[in-house]
């Protein structure tokens, strides 16, 4: 989807250093969310942000940072990279519309080798 | 939390009606079931979510059995393009009205000529 970018779409770097792959969106919601899916497996929640105010912790946060600079940005840091962050991530969104529904948007992904 | 059970694979003639089921026995009364698919390493797409009715939108079907505890998502003329991994996720209740979506491993569909 055009109005969910993720920049890089691809990234190779070497175990231990710091690295932040970053996301913008033009659809106007105030919701996002960063996933990282390995070979063969479906996708993992990271973090979500429900506004520029509200993070959270998904299922696999650890090793990982998040930081929300405005409501159209999301970004994800790893503050020290190493092998097995090896994956391909997405950042999604999605607009709290009517009562439970979560339909969500998500960008073309990022994938990143860490050597 | 609400948990689905998928087929790992299913086969599909072109032109024919594909159909998706899915297990949610867990569900609980007011959780959405959503449908999202991935076409090779593209982002997840949205396919259709329902609630208890069944529902029809320009790209499938859901229909959901009426205890809830499965459904099945009807593509109704596969496409080759249509090849990709198929979601069933239940929605995961935060707190409040307030939810996430939790993906498992899905349906890989495949289309053939």
């Known amino acids: 989807d055009a109005d969910v970018t993720q920049t890089p779409r691809n990234r190779i770097t070497k175990t231990g250093k710091r690295i932040m792959l970053e996301c913008s969106q033009t659809?106007?919601?105030?919701?996002m969310y960063w996933y990282r899916q390995d070979p063969g497996l479906g996708l993992r929640l990271i973090y979500y942000?429900?506004?520029?105010?509200?993070?959270n912790k998904g299922e696999i946060s650890d090793g990982y940072s998040v930081s929300r600079q405005a409501q159209a940005k999301f970004s994800l840091s790893l503050e020290s990279a190493i092998p097995n962050q090896t994956a391909l991530y997405f950042c999604?969104?999605?607009?709290?519309?009517?009562?439970?529904?979560?339909?969500?948007?998500f960008g073309p992904g990022t994938r990143l080798l860490v050597l | 939390d609400a948990k689905t059970t998928q087929p790992t694979s299913m086969d599909c003639a072109e032109g024919r009606a594909a159909n998706l089921p899915c297990n949610h026995s867990?569900?609980?009364?007011?959780?959405?079931v959503y449908w999202y698919r991935q076409i090779h390493s593209q982002g997840p797409q949205y396919i259709i979510h329902?609630?208890?009715n069944n529902e029809t939108n320009e790209m499938a079907s859901l229909i959901i059995t009426e205890d809830r505890k499965s459904s099945t998502l009807i593509l109704p003329h596969a496409t080759l393009r249509d090849t990709a991994v198929y979601y069933c996720?239940?929605?995961?209740?935060?707190?409040?009205?307030?939810?996430?979506?939790?993906f498992g491993q899905g349906t890989t569909l495949q289309v053939k000529p």
């Open positions: 996720i239940v929605r995961v209740r935060v707190s409040g009205n307030t939810g996430k979506l939790i």
């Open positions: 999604a969104t999605s607009d709290w519309t009517s009562g439970r529904t979560e339909t969500q948007y």
């Open positions: 329902g609630l208890k």
């Open positions: 659809k106007g919601h105030d919701r």
């Open positions: 942000s429900f506004d520029v105010k509200d993070i």
């Open positions: 867990t569900i609980s009364g007011n959780e959405y």
